[in-house]
């Protein structure tokens, strides 16, 4: 190692490779400019049979970068890329018979023929029947362009590194939802008492056309989003002591709202309490239908200290980091009146008011409709994360590490349902906080989509979807990891982790195995437990073991051709074993009466007080995993007593394996694989049945990951 730079070889001596990084020494003429290019392309395609969706999608990325040598101690890299998707997904039936009008369904089926399919129905207890709610069909062009500058800058101990980039990112989308209808069935419709009293049958109600709950969406939700983001940073990488290094570093992002350029997008203000609607760029409110968040600003510290012989390192860091929101928090703008009307009815058991499938023409003043908002004031989800390391080198080719990480999550992503009723008994519209909404004085609605008409701009609201940045979350983990660099045909990497992660608020529009709104959401709070990816225990190995023999050589017949067969052999083992998942007991059905949104089931389920959900490891089976005399469906008009994901579910053990041989002919180099996936054939199960009122209540129906797979590849090179 050159005494030109600026490490002690003393301190680095058996960290690794990656410390050759930071070399400084004088470099060549080749090496003052240095140019990087890259490209490839994506065309996945998928038909699955039945209701299925057609995919066809393109995925392009190009990037380019160029490094240059201003001076010996003066490096600057420029990069530019671009990234490109488009995406069509359309379902089997599309462009086929159009089943809503020979059904006679009025008021759904929009998205013309590209759109045509069945209705969903979701029967409770059953597996639903229809096409996909989502994004059937869907358009999908999204650009992404990013420009970005970067110097560092080697001024005696320190190593000082600033710059940024900007981004410019473009989104173009057509896609459907709810478009052909939706209707849920569930018991009570059929009920002796017309409650959950255990004696309905949901596919009664469905055979007499008298849903719980009938959702569509009337319009064409189109969008041209564009959005903007800066970040700039500073750090300092300072060897203090030939033993002890310190890093300080200071970044700041801005990133702004998206907004459309082709249409408008409404929203609604509560600043006043009661919620007003308005369009983005009107009366003072901005066109993005949020405020720019501009306190992005992320400190961050570390250290790294290697005493004495250095093969003992100590390592620890602290630091503040944005998660930007989900862009979906905007797409669901475009699911708005006036130019969508996503209407939602409710069907009261005691006293049925939907009879019939279907929904009559979309008024503006009329139709009842739900409305999605996202909060003015939202915030840039914020991390503060802090770890710390103990390394100890074994040998020269060996070492071990043990750490710990913790993760405090705030400002996260969250949805509520602000005008829910509370449980009881009767209409859930007449109990609503707000019964209707009026857009602000002088609001420009614009030209309207055909066959939308204007009554009022004051209009009647079931359902307020908010989107906000209240969630909170918590991680905490502990790791050992054992690590060997190839050298005389062996290397491997081992880990275990220890993990606890909380949060009280599930991932924005996409939970694991629990609903994505709170029980109860004027008390979001009491929902905080394990988060839905919280996984306690992981342990992960890797090995690579090349056979000490070589396919040439040998002195006799018998020599030979054990070396052509074994020889030069390199094999490659991943296993992987860890804990389950966790998953929340519930309620299919808006058992308390409360209100509810497609396809969201957050009722909890009741917790049967002294008697533990957890069974014997030989007890459990795909028939019963746990033990459900723990829960019992909570009487009507009540929430649960069951907490959020207090239930795991089952782990996961899988090895792969792969063979590889380099055979040399010639001029060409054959590279011969075998590749076997889960190698054992281990059947791991996924999630339980989480539903405590449907029959299939603690049952598992899937797997979790596939049976054994065997691939071959033959590669020839020349």
């Known amino acids: 190692m050159s005494s030109s730079r600026n490490i002690d070889p003393k301190t680095v001596e058996g960290f690794g490779e990656e ?24 065309f996945p395609f998928e038909n699955l049979p039945g209701f299925g969706a057609n995919h066809d999608n393109k995925v392009q990325n190009l990037s380019v970068t160029l490094v240059t040598s201003a001076s010996r101690r003066l490096l600057t890299e420029t990069r530019f890329g671009f990234a490109r998707m488009r995406l069509h997904r359309f379902g089997e039936t599309a462009n086929g018979t159009d089943l809503v009008t020979e059904l006679g369904i009025p008021g759904v089926g ?16 059953y597996d639903p029947i229809g096409d996909s709610l989502l994004c059937t069909p869907c358009r999908y062009w999204n650009n992404n362009i990013q420009i970005g500058e970067r110097l560092t800058w080697s001024l005696g101990a320190h190593s000082l590194r600033f710059g940024g980039d900007a981004r410019r990112f473009i989104w173009d989308m057509l896609g459907f939802f709810q478009n052909r209808g939706y209707f849920q069935f569930t018991s009570p419709i059929t009920s002796r008492t017309s409650l959950a009293d255990g004696t309905g049958d949901p596919l009664a109600s469905f055979l007499l056309g008298t849903p719980a709950l009938a959702q569509r969406q009337a319009g064409t939700p189109s969008m041209k989003m564009r959005q903007t983001t800066y970040d700039a940073y500073i750090q300092d990488d300072w060897r203090v002591t030939p033993s002890f290094t310190l890093n300080v570093g200071l970044r700041y992002e ?27 760029g009107q009366n003072g409110y901005p066109s993005g239908l949020v405020y720019t968040d501009k306190n992005n600003v992320a400190p961050r510290a570390g250290f790294a200290w290697a005493p004495n012989d250095a093969k003992n390192v100590i390592r620890a860091g602290a630091g503040i980091f944005y998660a930007y929101p989900d862009m979906n928090l905007w797409c669901n703008q475009v699911h708005n009146v006036p130019l969508v009307f996503p209407e939602i009815q409710t069907n009261n058991a005691a006293t049925p008011a939907i009879n019939t499938f279907g929904f009559a023409p979309p008024v503006l003043g009329r139709t009842l409709v739900s409305f999605t908002a996202i909060d003015l004031h939202l915030q840039i989800p914020r991390i503060e994360q802090a770890s710390v390391s103990f390394e100890r080198q074994l040998a020269s080719n060996t070492m071990m590490q043990v750490g710990y990480l913790g993760a405090w999550g705030s400002s996260l992503d969250r949805s509520r349902l602000v005008n829910n009723a509370q449980p009881g008994p009767g209409g859930v519209q007449p109990r609503r906080p ?9 609001t420009d609605l614009g ?17 307020i979807n908010l989107l906000e940045s209240s969630g909170r979350s918590s991680y905490n983990s502990v790791w050992f990891l054992a690590k060997r660099t190839f050298s005389k045909g062996l290397g491997f990497l081992a880990s275990y982790t220890y993990a606890d992660g909380r949060t009280d608020a599930p991932a924005f529009r996409s939970p694991a195995n629990e609903a994505e709104v709170p029980q109860n959401s004027f008390d979001p709070g009491a929902d905080w437990g394990p988060s839905g990816c919280d996984i306690r225990h992981r342990f992960v190995s890797s090995v690579i073991y090349k056979v000490p023999v070589s396919a040439a050589g040998g002195t006799t017949t018998g020599g030979k051709i054990a070396r052509a067969i074994f020889g030069d052999w390199q094999a490659s083992l991943i296993y992987q074993w860890q804990s389950g998942f966790p998953f929340t007991i519930s309620v299919f059905g808006d058992t308390a009466n409360a209100g509810s949104l497609l396809n969201v089931n957050p009722i909890r389920a009741n917790a049967v007080p002294g008697v533990s959900p957890e069974l014997p490891a030989d007890q459990r089976s795909a028939d019963m995993w746990f033990n459900t005399a723990a829960f019992t469906t909570p009487a009507p008009f009540t929430f649960g007593t069951a907490t959020r994901n207090s239930v795991w579910g089952p782990g996961l053990s899988k090895a792969d394996l792969a063979l590889d041989r380099a055979i040399p002919v010639s001029a060409m180099q054959l590279h011969f694989r075998v590749e076997m996936f889960n190698l054992l054939n281990t059947v791991n199960y996924s999630t339980p049945n989480r539903f405590v009122n449907t029959p299939q209540f603690g049952t598992i129906t899937e797997a979790a990951t596939a049976a054994r797979q065997i691939q071959f590849v033959f590669r020839a090179m020349f």
């Open 19 to 42: 410390w050759d990084a930071f070399d400084q020494d004088p470099m060549s003429e080749d090496e003052h400019r240095r140019l990087f290019g890259r490209y490839f392309s994506v």
């Open 110 to 125: 929009y998205g013309g023929s590209d759109a045509f399919g069945l209705p969903r129905f979701d029967i409770q207890g």
């Open 254 to 280: 801005l990133q702004t709202p998206l907004h459309d350029i082709s249409k408008i997008l409404t929203n609604l203000d509560f600043s006043n309490g009661a919620p007003v609607a308005f369009v983005g």
């Open 434 to 442: 707000y019964q209707t909404i009026s857009f602000v004085p002088n």
């Open 447 to 463: 030209p309207l989509p055909d066959g939308v008409t204007v009554q009022s701009p004051t209009f009647p609201v079931g359902p």
